[in-house]
């Protein structure tokens, strides 16, 4: 099914006709296709929504460069257009994101989340690399000279795509030029204030061997988050909940239908 949300077009599904409202928030590159375990898991019991993020499987991009702000209120309004509030969200990486801002502004949407691989801290960066970002800068200062030279236009796009498949992300490089913006725009935004003012029962369930968001980052959302708990999956990566699914969709179920 699709709806206008925002000023975009959204593809969302639901599951199961019975139980409280869960809604399933996807990773950052991903679609509604990855959270069909954990959707098959909880449908018995609960009613399940899924949807693609803008800019993400059938979903359409955003109007404009969207920040993380943007794309919780777009789930908001998706939300209360099939009257799926409050619900619990399980989310994953960017998800959890999204999530985390929208449980900070509106404390009645949800009744209860899930995080896992949960993207939202901004890690200390290293000296290798501040001397990579200190390198793509100089050069790409050089690639603007070059386009400025009449005639040279198309030799310093060239050079510019070079330098975005050395130094940006696999992410980064797999979107078109306005995609881009947006993804810049969430992956610097720091939720650190908003963890504080989270008031839901969170459930945390980290792969201790996610090199994504490594597992540092879930021990110290748990110390940010009033009412949180962190579940450990030995030997999880950053996709534990998909490398595990029979025990991280076990432990969802079970903290979900817990009073």
């Known amino acids: 099914m699709f709806a206008e949300a925002k000023g975009t077009r959204i593809y969302y599904e639901i599951r199961g006709d019975r139980g409280t409202p869960v809604v399933l928030l996807h990773g950052w590159g991903c679609s509604t296709k990855l959270m069909e375990k954990t959707a098959e898991a909880l449908e018995g019991e609960h009613r399940v ?52 801002w929208a449980a900070s502004q509106w404390p009645d949407m949800f009744t209860k989340l899930v995080f896992t691989g949960a993207a939202g801290l901004k890690a200390p960066q290293s000296e290798e690399a501040k001397r990579r970002s200190e390198e793509y800068q100089k ?52 939720l650190r204030e908003c963890y504080p003012a989270i008031r ?12 994504e968001t490594p597992l540092w980052m879930g021990r110290e959302i748990e110390k940010l988050i009033p009412d949180a708990g962190l579940v450990i999956l030995e030997g999880g990566s950053h996709f534990a909940y998909l490398e595990q699914a029979p025990r991280f969709n076990t432990v969802v179920r079970h903290f979900l239908t817990e009073e």
């Open 139 to 190: 050069r790409k200062q050089l690639v603007r000279m070059v386009e400025r030279v009449p005639g040279m236009k198309q030799l310093g796009e060239k050079m510019e795509s070079r330098l975005r498949q050395k130094y940006g992300s696999p992410d980064y490089n797999a979107l078109n030029e306005e995609m881009r913006k947006t993804f810049v725009k969430v992956v610097n935004q720091d």
């Open 49 to 100: 929504l899924l949807l693609d993020f803008p800019g993400h499987g059938q979903s359409a991009e955003p109007p404009e460069p969207w920040g993380v702000p943007d794309f919780a209120a777009c789930l908001k309004e998706l939300l209360e257009q099939v009257s799926f509030l409050p619900c619990a969200a399980v989310g994953h990486s960017f998800g959890c994101r999204v999530a985390a």
């Open 200 to 211: 839901q029962s969170t459930l945390l369930l980290w792969g201790d061997a996610d090199t």
